[in-house]
């Protein structure tokens, strides 16, 4: 089984932001872990699946506090 990838502009349309926002992110070390091979940056659906279940909120109080752990 061969692992899918997505690119820097195809997880920015996935989740509606900027793609320069992906790049801030991983400037700054958050977001979903990336894999870099040469200059190209791709993005394994295993991890965004993973980032993505990690941020799950159940209320707004949630979300906030989540904001904070970063």
Known sequence: MSAQFLNQVRLADRWQISPRTLER????GEGPAFVKIGGRVVYRLEDIEAYESGRRCDSTAASTLLGRVQ
Do not use: A, L, S, T
Request: without cysteine.
């Open 25 to 28: 992110w991983r400037w700054k």
